[in-house]
């Protein structure tokens, strides 16, 4: 069974940092491309970052890009979500996602149970 576990989310300020983990387990994680989702009250999920199998490729999206940096280890089975410059709208719950093809594009395979993010003013 594939199974994802998000942590480290909890409370910042605007203009703090927070990095928040996904640990991967029940599959060969190197074999897939992965990427995080988020999903503010009332709000639909959105897409927010991806990267390549390899970590050689990312993607943002433009809400977040030059903010948040995405990034993977391999060897130990996790990726991660660094958030720099947080602003209130960055509230949401954050859920890692891992697919064999495209993030960005495509609809995730696996996901994670999430971790809230909360952004004061």
């Known amino acids: 069974q594939v199974q994802l576990t998000e942590s480290g989310g909890g409370l910042a300020q605007t203009g703090g940092s927070l990095r928040v983990s996904c640990a991967a387990s029940?599959?060969?994680?190197?074999?897939?491309?992965a990427g995080w989702f988020r999903q503010a009250p009332g709000l639909e999920r959105e897409f927010v970052a991806a990267?390549?199998?390899?970590?050689?490729?990312?993607w943002y999206a433009d809400s977040v890009k030059g903010r948040f940096t995405v990034s993977r280890d391999n060897d130990k089975n996790i990726l991660y979500l660094n958030m720099n410059s947080l602003r209130p709208e960055d509230t949401a719950v954050y859920y890692c996602?891992?697919?064999?093809?495209?993030?960005?594009?495509?609809?995730?395979?696996?996901w994670g149970q999430g971790t809230r993010v909360t952004v004061s003013s």
């Open positions: 029940g599959y060969r994680f190197s074999g897939y491309a």
């Open positions: 990267i390549s199998w390899d970590g050689g490729s990312t």
């Open positions: 996602a891992a697919d064999r093809y495209s993030i960005v594009s495509g609809n995730p395979a696996y």
